[in-house]
């Protein structure tokens, strides 16, 4: 397996980094996926460990820094869901085209936590992938923050963010704060999140508007999700509530125990080894 930094274009011309992870030769399955990453992660994040373990088992896998974060161009630390939706469906063109020897007819997504939505709604507009795998995903963004704040937290990011926009208005100013006054984790959740990522706060109002689970009856590909239902930080109910709508052909393994990172340490041999096989299943 090796690894090729390259680069593509997205939205208004803004360069996205990207990080290809190329398998053998002799093992190349002519197939691949574009990985999503979570919420204000980067690529050199958890999409190392399945974009390697899937790249060993013949998979060209491609993960990539949404625009204004990490390494990718656009406004920093400003996360738009519907522009990281572009930013996928725009890497999976990349996948299918200037890759070469890869059958475009061979192409899939992999989202975990926040990338999991925005992996649904790039399933839903692309005519790209043939498979779709979900770990742990934030479907519902308004239900998500709600769940993981008590009410007065919850109103007073409300009115945070729409100070924010306000201030934007009047003064073209975005007011950056830190992803965890977003992303409200619990005890157990701070030691995952000891490096300070910089986020605007307008953030949340963009958040509490993204609903993928709306679109899952749109899905028109198989569907493979992966939940641990002891998760503090995206609530297992995220992932019922979308299995639920899905119209297509499904699949839910429900993990007991292992909470939200699960599929980034224990867990993660056996989420690389059910999604190679639901990729080859498949494609």
């Known amino acids: 397996m090796q690894t090729r930094d390259f680069h593509f274009y997205s939205g208004p011309g803004l360069r996205m980094a ?19 990453h979570g919420f204000g992660g980067v690529k050199e994040g958890v999409p190392v460990g399945l974009c390697t373990r899937l790249a060993d088992a013949g998979y060209t896998m491609l993960s990539f820094d949404y625009r204004g974060f990490g390494a990718s161009e656009g406004h920093r630390a400003l996360l738009l869901p519907q522009d990281q939706v572009e930013d996928t469906v725009t890497a999976l063109e990349y996948l299918a085209t200037q890759v070469p020897g890869l059958d475009p007819a061979r192409v899939g997504l992999y989202g975990t936590s926040f990338g999991g939505g925005i992996a649904a709604l790039a ?39 729409l100070a924010a926009i306000a201030h934007k208005a009047a003064t073209g ?8 006054e977003i992303m409200v984790p619990d005890p157990r959740a701070m030691a995952r999140y000891a490096e300070k990522t910089p986020m605007a706060i307008e953030t949340a109002w963009h958040v509490l508007h993204h609903e993928p689970i709306a679109h899952a009856h749109k899905l ?9 239902k002891d998760d503090s930080l995206v609530p297992y109910e995220q992932t019922t509530m979308f299995f ?9 393994e429900a993990f007991p125990v292992g909470n939200h990172w699960l599929f980034y340490d224990d867990g993660l041999p ?7 096989e639901w990729f080859a299943r498949h494609f």
């Open 220 to 228: 028109t590909i198989p569907v493979l999700m992966l939940g641990a």
């Open 18 to 36: 990207g990080r290809m992870y190329l398998p053998d030769p002799a093992r190349d399955l002519r197939a691949g996926a574009v990985f999503c």
């Open 244 to 252: 639920e709508q899905v119209k297509s052909e499904k699949r839910l």
């Open 173 to 180: 100013e975005i007011e950056i704060g830190e992803r965890l």
């Open 123 to 161: 399933a839903t507009r692309s005519p790209r992938p043939k498979a779709l795998v979900m770990t742990v995903p934030v479907v519902s963004g308004s239900h998500w923050l709600r769940s993981i704040c008590r009410w007065y937290e919850f109103e007073a990011l409300q009115a945070r963010a």
């Open 270 to 276: 056996r989420a690389a080894e059910l999604t190679a």
